[in-house]
């Protein structure tokens, strides 16, 4: 070990390359040792297949809209009024639970049950029990679910044109396709129900504004006609004229707060007929033309990197470097 170090107490390079030189053979046939038993271990691996879709999404700018909008003094459409965020419905729980439990066409199952997660170990047989079968079932779904998140699927957002690339990887290549499509289902009916949703409320809000203010505008008009009937000649007293004109006042108040409910009430229903979907796919999924893993070249570098620094580390250890 001391001829590592040269009289300069460096490390002396020259002679720890010549000591590999030296040992050549003896590196290159672990390597190759160690490369061989990585790549016969990746052939037990189960081939992935990976596809993708991208999601952008889609702002109003109908001018016509924006023109009566306007006219009318309304700020936009129902569509600018709901904030969707597509990397939040996919990476949410509810999806995946979805997912996880649909009966899938091309391998015929659920993906509990493809990936084994229902299946009982041996303990767990030896002390299983009537009552606990909807705790496993949970305990499946869940161990399926997160799976499903931490392995199979990434999300990645383009910052600057907000773009969102999903990418889904599964050992059957049409599995793939078909979970990105009902992905892609999922997300495009949960946004155009939201829409919705969020403009049935608006309307059903503003019908009931106008029937309060409208309760509101015959109240006072009946005090009018009462307060008439009563006070013929009001005119004659400076106090009955003034609550005369206040009643006026609030009549012609109110009736504005109807005129604005009422324009409000024909924006909503034209929003409603001018709802478009806020999320849109660029590219659709495709079956996978090959396999994305297990990649063997990579199986085989890190086997002789290995292999090289386990016989490096074994001279050293018995001193012959």
Known sequence: ????????????????????????????????????????????????????????????????????????????????????????????????????????????????????????????????????????????????????????????????????????ETEDRELSVEILNFIKDFVLDFSSSNITQLSEKEVEYLYTRVDSVNDELKQIEQDMINFLDNNKNYLDSPELTIFYQKLVQDRMFTENVMITLLQQVEIAKLNQIKISPVIETLDSPKKAAKKSSPKRIYWLLSGLSLGFILSVLNLIYRRKI
């Open 1 to 168: 070990m001391n001829n590592l170090i040269n009289s300069n107490d460096e490390i002396d390079f020259r002679y720890i390359i010549t000591r590999l030189y030296y040992f050549r053979f003896q590196l290159i046939q672990s390597s190759i040792v160690l490369g061989i038993l990585f790549v016969i271990i990746s052939l037990f691996q189960p081939k992935m297949y990976k596809s993708n879709i991208s999601f952008f999404k889609i702002n109003d700018t109908n001018n016509l809209s924006l023109s009566v909008d306007t006219i009318l003094g309304n700020d936009g459409g129902i569509n600018d009024k709901l904030d969707v965020d597509i990397t939040d419905i996919i990476s949410s729980k509810k999806l995946s639970i979805e997912v996880v439990n649909h009966q899938w066409t091309s391998i015929n199952n659920n993906l509990i049950s493809f990936w084994g997660f229902d299946k009982e170990g041996i303990i767990s047989k030896f002390f299983s029990s009537n009552g606990t079968s909807d705790f496993k079932t949970l305990v499946s779904e869940e161990a399926a679910v997160k799976e499903f998140i931490s392995k199979r699927i990434s999300i990645n957002e383009d910052l600057k044109t907000g773009l969102i690339t999903v990418y889904l």
